[in-house]
């Protein structure tokens, strides 16, 4: 038999565990700890941002709201969007209102305000704000925002910056 292949296998066997025991060099924990404070930078601007990224998807969702329940509406009653605007705002109101009760936004008291062809809708916990403005042909529009830095009305609809 021979033993000199085992041998040699020995001998390789610990020359690998040898130079997995001396470590990490300089290079590479240096590198490593790079990698680490570049993902913890994103993630730390990704988590600070995250309010007005729920607050803004909360917007859209009310616009989108908004528009279904102005459009069903008027279909339903027999009426154009804009006497179902003008005559049934309280209701319309009641209907978007119950839409986010419904919602679990972790914002409960955000408060729905009519004003004339418009709806303001108030985010007191951020101080956050937006309208929305339904016109003659029943399009539900945002027109404005108000203490929002990412993001800005575009279009009649919520843009990112």
């Not at 020995?10 to 924990?29: C, H, K, L, S």
């Not at 990698?35 to 859209?60: W, Y």
């Not at 319309?92 to 936004?105: G, M, P, V, W, Y």
């Not at 709806?119 to 529009?141: C, E, Q, Y």
């Amino acid at each position: 038999m021979n033993l000199g292949v085992f041998s040699s296998l020995n001998n390789r066997m610990q020359r690998v565990f040898r130079q997995a025991r001396r470590g990490f060099n300089a290079v590479e924990v240096a590198i490593a700890v790079i990698i680490v404070a570049v993902l913890g930078a994103f993630t730390l601007a990704t988590l600070s941002n995250s309010d007005e990224v729920q607050d803004a998807a909360m917007v859209q969702s009310a616009q989108a709201s908004l528009q279904s329940v102005v459009t069903q509406g008027a279909a339903r009653m027999d009426l154009t969007p804009m006497a179902l605007r003008d005559t049934y705002s309280g209701s319309i109101l009641n209907e978007l209102k119950a839409s986010f009760r419904t919602k679990n936004t972790g914002n409960a008291n955000v408060q729905f305000t009519p004003s004339g062809d418009s709806f303001l809708m108030n985010i007191p916990k951020a101080g956050r704000s937006a309208t929305f403005k339904i016109n003659n042909s029943g399009d539900v529009n945002l027109t404005s925002l108000s203490n929002f830095t990412s993001y800005k009305v575009f279009n009649g609809v919520i843009s990112k910056i």
